[in-house]
């Protein structure tokens, strides 16, 4: 990787990794024990985003950490996701809840779905922060691995990376298919027509527009091959030798990225990669 990261290193968290992601989702635990549990690999994950020395105690809602969150491009965005895997609302316990003795109420699956919800999104800026060094859509190989990823993490990102930049073709064109693919055509085509009039202003080949072309998208009526981070683990690990191994440095890092995504999660083995190849032959 390229000099820019000096201090966190994906391998000396392997093992806490599979231990929190055993514990979270590969067990039957509490769901106070899961989502406490949840806090110990987002604070892993905020250590990643500001590259935080290893041997240093690190506490997601300290007001240093969180200064340096906020110092990154998107750092607000960051910090919002940290805060709502960490703090209660009203409606449910959150992580910090979870990890004192302070609650005594019963910790509920609806406090779970919440939580795991709002890491996913924190989970999620992991490639947000690597897309705002390196714009999406300018590497098509990086574009092709990225969807290796599970459905509900490229939904997230390319929301996310829609709303800071709403004329990227190749985001607008990727979050139609994700969108189709994990919630159906009807949420796909409220999207676009909820958008269409400034996706009518982008135009396409062939004289058609962006709204055009995804409407297109949605009548092929495509299905997710994978749904779950265990089934797109299958995938990835099929897939990944080219990507993990290109001469392209940026391609490699993005590569080792999804590798550390992927650290401690198993693999789904009633899903058959073999059909599914990315192409990676440069169209």
């Not at 809840?97 to 109420?105: A, D, E, L, M, P």
């Not at 919800?117 to 690597?130: E, G, P, R, V, Y």
């Not at 979050?175 to 958008?195: C, H, M, P, R, S």
């Not at 999804?258 to 059909?275: N, Q």
Request: charge should be negative; hydrophobic fraction near 35%.
């Amino acid at each position: 990787m390229g000099g820019n990261m000096s201090n966190f290193r994906d391998e000396d968290y392997a093992y806490i990794l599979g231990d929190c992601l055993h514990d979270i989702f590969y067990v039957d635990s509490s769901y106070r024990g899961k989502i406490a549990q949840m806090r110990v690999l987002s604070e892993i994950i905020v250590r990643k985003l500001i590259d935080f020395k290893p041997d240093e105690q690190l506490t997601i809602g300290d007001k240093e950490v969180l200064k340096k969150v906020k110092a990154l491009t998107y750092g607000d965005h960051f910090k919002k996701c940290i805060l709502a895997v960490k703090n209660d609302t009203t409606d449910y316990y959150a992580a910090n809840s979870c990890s004192h003795s302070k609650v005594r109420s019963q910790i509920t699956q609806d406090d779970y779905t919440k939580i795991h919800d709002h890491l996913l999104d924190l989970i999620s800026c992991l490639f947000i922060q690597f897309f705002s060094k390196h714009s999406f859509g300018t590497n098509d190989k990086i574009v092709r691995c990225f969807s290796l990823l599970p459905p509900i993490i490229r939904y997230k990102v390319l929301c996310y990376l829609y709303s800071v930049d709403n004329n990227n073709k190749t985001v607008i064109d990727k979050l139609v298919l994700v969108i189709l693919k994990e919630f159906g055509t009807e949420k796909a085509t409220q999207w676009v027509e909820d958008n269409k009039s400034h996706l009518i202003t982008i135009p396409m080949l062939c004289s058609e527009n962006m709204y055009e072309h995804s409407m297109k998208t949605i009548s092929t009526k495509l299905k997710a091959t994978y749904q779950t981070i265990e089934e797109a683990k299958a995938f990835f690990d099929h897939n990944k030798k080219p990507f993990v191994e290109d001469t392209d440095e940026e391609v490699r890092e993005f590569a080792k990225l999804m590798e550390f995504f992927y650290t401690g999660r198993k693999v789904d083995t009633a899903i058959i990669p073999s059909e599914y190849v990315v192409s990676f032959h440069d169209k």
